[in-house]
């Protein structure tokens, strides 16, 4: 190994030693620490150079800054509330010369943070906000206290809002002109003929009608459940509306105009909106999430918005993982301790954010407008705030003996459609799941277990230039994390369909089709997401690794994670935010090389309808190397259906017209990467 | 610990992101193929030529030099050249504006965001291309003859005939004569 190599390897774990030695470990005795009484005000020191201590009063907790190292020295954990905060995978360093290595997403990362530059890392448009919670991005600090501001002031045109009546109903379904009024008069109908059996029945109500007769419960219950529904849509209008989420733009036309009553496009729209700004995981309706949510003041709203935030830059701060999804329906995975006794792996993100929210008086929305109202947007653009968090457990270590395991679930390679062209059930009950472990005194402990995918049937371009189906797994056996990249950027196979590699923009005046980068990356709705591992085999005797081409990432399609019938092309994807969280902690707990940005310079030309488009990527993104790997397991899972083993060949799509021949081999086309 | 000073060792990099480019060996073949099929992964190696003139911002040098590090000019130059029409006849738009025949020059503030071009020639396909800020940056866009189109990929042949035998094509049912399938 060169030299310089061989002395930056040590330099890297060497500061990731160093960086850990702040972590609260239990495995240490710790030295008496200052109590917080012990900390002076410091309101002479500069902003980088404090933090600010809440602690109890006799009538109020009491602020004060302090030094934020003698803080540290005390025990506290500085969590950074300001506006130049990034998750760690975002965070840039510095060569041995000092030059900045720098990550070209993370100034794109932090205009769409602060709500001042949209994804391409352009100005943001006056009046628009980026809800991109969902997609791992959460709002600053900032950005929330003017968010509840505006809330309370918003309140009093919230005010005719009826809650209760908005409450009424769990969901309402997505129907507007023909469907509704169809739908309408059968209910209308429905109504009549009930009434009519009420009165003949002598019942007192229609519920009591259903009690006589059961046998027209089920009609009595879509009555009253469409009434209840007809009930709350006014209202649920109403909230949107006051939230300044349904409004009708400047100069609109016709279809973007709402018609009261009706789940029109405008309301469609205003869901979507709604349920990005509040990180709501549902579909665009009003399904029961939503409703719950629009069942909440705005205020409220924001306020568990603010917990979600500050639970992210807690858990960076205080670089922990276990979130209790680890848990079974037994409880809590264990492990034995040093002393011999089996304890319960600890939800450390739920201890802590208790913790953080308590000794920051932050228990409810009233504390919050409190807390924001002391605290103008200056202050909080360089706020840091120290907090005691109980130890971490004694399996925690500057680096961690980490692995993961896949379960790829059930498993599918049935097509999917039959001979007749019928669609064939893909519907699965165990869905795969990724786990991150820890081996600690010879026993593998799970720190976290979510939700991920595996690959299944795909469209996918021949080298004909049409369109089949192909059968897209997610490889079985041993492989290896090598790199980490954050910023990602995903080249587009040839195989992929062309009409998803276009779409339109609005571009200095013009609004014309471009190419879809929002998909290539790096950005949040990359196909990689914020953040990726590959999937490798080892290379051996000199040999590079063997790369099939498997990713595990964060994921925009943050429904396919979630629908029981929805498959990726073969990586493991994770919600965005998930995927932050668990690869800034397996950085920070492994030795870890930073390359940094990868010039890739890689142009490729195709036509769609009469245009050509150029995709041009002059990079890969920032890249840490694991040294060593971090070991992956995947597990092949339960093969259900009739087909045992996954089909190789491209299978043609129903109603399709294809040209004469069997379909070309996905071997011979042109979907093999350079 | 935001901006760490971390050193580092820059690694040749080969990868290829092949995401759902799924071929080469199955996992169980791969101690007989591993290194020879698949995308090559990245690999440990050497600083390149390559690398270090490579015009990414911080460029890593293995060696620390001690040289001051000269701030960046707050603008970058974009050139853009066609390749095909003759010259003259060629242009390039942003939007709405006409930018002017190739070679085009465009200023730009550095990180400014993309800048997404089109060049347009008569009797040639347009090209819808991009350039970065944040460095500079000049490109030379292929341009291609409309009777030349089904050279451009993604260009499709016409659909014939249904296939020998009279038998329509049916989703779901695979080929009779399915290739050599690897194992999963």
């Not at chain 1, 969590?79 to 010369?97: A, C, K, R, S, Y």
């Not at chain 1, 005797?541 to 595990?552: A, C, F, L, M, T």
């Amino acid at each position: 190994m060169p030299r310089w190599r061989s002395a930056c390897a040590g330099l890297c774990l060497c500061l990731l030693a160093r960086g850990h030695a702040d972590a609260r470990s239990s495995t240490t005795t710790p030295a008496p620490t200052p109590a917080a009484a012990d900390l002076p005000a410091r309101n002479d020191l500069p902003p980088e150079k404090r933090a600010l201590l809440i602690v109890a009063g006799p009538n109020n907790p009491v602020e004060r800054w302090v030094d934020a190292d003698a803080a540290v020295a005390a025990g506290y954990t500085l969590i950074d509330l300001g506006d130049d905060w990034t998750p760690f995978i975002f965070q840039e360093v510095t060569d041995g010369n000092g030059n900045l290595m720098a990550n070209r997403y993370r100034q794109v990362y932090l205009g769409l943070a602060n709500d001042i530059g949209d994804r391409d890392g352009q100005p943001l448009a006056e009046g628009d906000h980026n809800y991109l919670e969902l997609y791992g991005v959460p709002p600053t600090i900032s950005v929330l206290r003017a968010r509840m501001l505006d809330s309370q002031a918003r309140q009093a045109s919230c005010a005719d809002v009826d809650f209760a009546k908005l409450k009424a109903a769990t969901s309402i379904p997505p129907r507007a002109g023909k469907a509704e009024q169809k739908f309408a008069a059968k209910i209308a109908a429905t109504e009549k003929k009930l009434e009519a059996l009420r009165a003949a029945e002598q019942a007192e109500s229609l519920d009591d009608l259903a009690i006589k007769d059961p046998k027209l419960a089920k009609d009595v219950a879509l009555v009253q459940r469409y009434a209840a529904q007809r009930t709350s849509l006014p209202e649920v209008e109403k909230r949107l509306t006051c939230e300044g989420i349904l409004v009708t733009p400047p100069n609109a036309k016709a279809s973007e105009i709402h018609q009261p009553g009706q789940f029109d496009e405008p309301m469609r729209q205003a869901v979507i909106k709604f349920q990005h700004k509040h990180m709501l995981y549902d579909a665009a309706a009003l399904r029961p999430d939503t409703m719950v949510a629009l069942g909440h003041t705005l205020v409220e709203n924001d306020y568990a918005a603010l917990v979600r935030v500050l639970t992210e830059r807690m858990i960076a701060a205080a670089n922990i993982l276990e979130d209790g999804s680890a848990d079974t329906k037994k409880g809590p995975p264990t492990y034995v301790n040093a002393a011999g006794q089996t304890v319960p792996v600890r939800n450390m993100v739920q201890e802590d954010v208790n913790a953080t929210l308590t000794q920051l008086d932050l228990g409810s929305p009233e504390k919050a407008l409190a807390f924001f109202q002391r605290h103008s947007a200056a202050d909080l653009k360089t706020m840091r705030v120290a907090v005691k968090l109980a130890p971490v457990p004694e399996y925690y270590a500057a680096q961690m003996d980490l692995s993961v395991v896949i379960d790829r679930g059930d498993v599918i390679y049935d097509p999917l459609f039959d001979e007749n062209g019928k669609p064939t059930p893909q519907t699965r009950h165990h869905f795969p799941m990724l786990t991150l472990r820890v081996k600690y005194n010879g026993k593998q402990i799970p720190l976290i277990r979510w939700r991920t995918t595996i690959g299944g049937w795909r469209s996918d371009l021949a080298s004909n230039g049409y369109e089949y189906y192909r059968y897209k797994g997610s490889d079985v056996g041993p492989r290896v994390w090598r790199y980490i990249v954050s910023g990602p950027v995903w080249i587009a196979p040839n195989s992929t369909p062309i009409r998803t590699l276009v779409k339109w923009k609005r571009v200095h005046g013009a609004t014309q089709e471009v190419v879809n980068y929002d998909e290539v990356g790096p950005g949040y709705l990359s196909a990689y997401g914020l953040v990726a591992a590959y999937n490798v085999v080892p290379g051996k005797n000199g040999k590079p690794d063997w790369d099939n081409g498997v990713r595990v990432h964060g994921s925009s399609e943050i429904l396919s994670i979630r629908n029981p019938d929805a498959y990726s092309h073969g990586c493991h994807r994770l919600m965005n935010h998930l995927a932050v969280r668990m690869f800034s902690f397996v950085l920070r707990h492994r030795p870890v090389i930073v390359e940094g940005d990868k010039p890739l310079d890689f142009a490729r030309q195709f036509l769609w309808k009469d245009d050509v488009f150029e995709l041009r990527l002059p990079s890969k993104g920032y890249h840490y190397r694991l040294e060593p790997p971090l070991p992956v397991m995947v597990l092949e899972g339960n093969i259900i259906g009739k087909v045992k083993k996954p089909i190789t060949t491209y299978v043609p799509k129903p109603g399709v017209q294809y040209p004469p021949g069997p379909p070309p081999s996905p071997k011979a086309g042109p979907g093999i990467e350079p | 610990m935001r901006r760490a000073s971390i050193a580092f060792a820059l690694m040749l990099s080969a990868c290829g992101c092949a995401h759902d480019t799924h071929k080469g060996p199955p996992p169980d073949k791969q101690e007989e193929t591993e290194g020879e099929k698949g995308v090559p992964a990245p690999s440990t190696g050497e600083p390149t030529p390559q690398q270090t003139e490579s015009g990414v911002q911080v460029a890593p040098s293995p060696t620390p030099s001690g040289a001051a590090v000269k701030p960046l000019p707050p603008k970058v130059k974009i050139i853009v050249h066609s390749r095909g029409p003759d010259k003259g006849t060629a242009f390039v738009f942003w939007g709405k504006k006409k930018l002017g025949e190739t070679p085009v020059t465009l200023e730009r503030p550095r990180d400014s965001g993309p800048v997404d071009l089109v060049v347009r020639s008569e009797g040639w396909f347009p090209v819808h291309t991009r350039a970065y800020t944040f460095r500079n940056d000049v490109l030379y866009v292929k341009m291609t003859k409309l009777e030349d189109r089904l050279t451009i990929y993604g260009a499709k042949h016409e659909a014939g005939e249904p296939p020998p035998g009279g038998m329509p094509l049916d989703g779901g049912v695979p080929p009779p004569t399915p290739a050599p399938a690897p194992a999963q």
